[in-house]
């Protein structure tokens, strides 16, 4: 797994913010502030008198991802997705479709469907 790589307290600061928003159903904004806020507390924890971190210390906090996606994914938790196309007047629903060779997902220009 990704994470295995990191230092246990960069796992710990990113599994805090998968907690807080997987399980405590907080935002993905508000996961982005705790990831930020715990980069915040290290640094002011871990320099020195004279504002220097050790090479170790500045390798932790390089570590700790910014986004609640990127925590996701190096956890292997990012979960695959698929938008739907709404008609705003019959709630309708369109599945994306490709063109051949593109990865831009395209949807109808206007809604098929004839209710009874």
């Known amino acids: 797994m990704p994470v295995d790589r990191h230092s246990p307290v960069a796992q710990l600061a990113m599994f805090i913010a998968i907690v807080c ?4 159903g907080l935002s993905r904004q508000m996961g982005n ?6 980069n915040l507390t290290l ?10 971190l050790t090479e170790c210390q500045s390798s932790i906090l390089k570590q700790i991802a910014t986004t609640v996606e ?3 994914s ?13 008609c ?13 060779g593109s990865n ?3 949807y109808p220009a206007t809604c098929s469907n004839r209710p009874l």
């Open 21 to 24: 928003t997987v399980i405590m």
């Open 33 to 38: 502030l705790i990831l930020n806020l715990i």
């Open 43 to 52: 640094r002011w924890a871990f320099k020195d008198p004279q504002e220097n």
């Open 70 to 72: 990127t925590v996701l």
């Open 74 to 86: 190096k956890f292997n938790l990012d979960g695959k997705t698929t938008v739907f196309a709404t």
């Open 88 to 100: 705003p007047e019959c709630h309708c629903t369109y599945a994306p479709f490709f063109q051949l």
């Open 104 to 106: 831009t997902s395209s």
